[in-house]
């Protein structure tokens, strides 16, 4: 129970890694605040973990969500987040995740690198003066080894936007350290969350299905479960000494 007395908050908590993220982190005995638009995932979050998390529907880009979700915390739990997960994110926002620079309008730029980046920053925005109160905080960013630029089917703007989250991660980690806050990164490969599992595994059909496990040393997709146990050792006290870095969990692609 290394997360016991620990307040997590977690974003893009209701799927895939964020929900994966919530279930692990209450497993190692933090109270977890888990917020996301879509209700149904945090239904079955909140059967499943109950009076041990709080799921808040809204929209992280909504000051007055953000900022209900945060009361909430306060009244049920007794305090502020001093665990940050920063789950939201994703290239399927775009009709097509390898649309090319020239065909993409400067909406699509635009909400590409929102989704991915501004989320992170106003969540850093609003929980940071409390954990420099405490003089203790742990925030984990969700990037990927797309930012490396590792993965040519994925797009310039979403390539872009998650080599920006690395330099947020690495930035802020100096930025923070002298009031006791580590700031720190996973960058996963290919994980079978239900939006790739549609949007690439199941599009890609059998034969494709094969090159794309051809290009993975270890031969398969993650699970979620996997990536939410190195999330869990990044927030936990068994990675103090470590700020600023970037864990690439990709079955060996890198």
Known sequence: MRLSGRIAFVTGAANGIGLATSVRLAAEGAKVVAMDKQ???????????????????????????????????????GGDPDVLVNCVGGSTI???????????SEDQWDAM???????AFLCCRDLIPMMEERGYGAIVNL???????????????????????????????????????????????????ERIREYIWEAAGPDGQKQLRTRIPM???????????????????????????????????L
Do not use: H, W
């Open 219 to 253: 031969g398969r997709f993650a699970d979620p479960a996997e990536i939410a146990a190195v999330v869990s050792f990044l927030a936990s006290d068994d990675s103090a000494y470590m700020t600023g870095a970037i864990l690439d969990c990709n079955g060996g692609v």
């Open 94 to 104: 775009l009709p097509r995740a390898d649309m090319p620079l020239v065909d993409m």
């Open 113 to 119: 690198l929102a989704f991915n980046l501004k989320g």
């Open 39 to 77: 209700s149904a995932g945090l239904d079955g979050l909140l059967s499943d973990l109950g009076d041990t998390v709080i799921a808040s529907v809204g929209d992280i880009f909504s000051a007055a969500d953000r900022e209900l979700t945060l009361r909430r915390a306060r009244e049920k739990f």
């Open 143 to 193: 990037t990927s080894f797309t930012g490396r630029g590792m993965m040519a089917d994925a797009g310039v703007a979403y390539a872009t936007a998650k080599a920006g989250l690395v330099g947020f991660t690495r930035r802020l980690a100096v930025e923070l350290a002298p009031f006791g806050i580590r700031c720190n990164a996973i960058a996963p490969g290919f994980v079978m969350t």
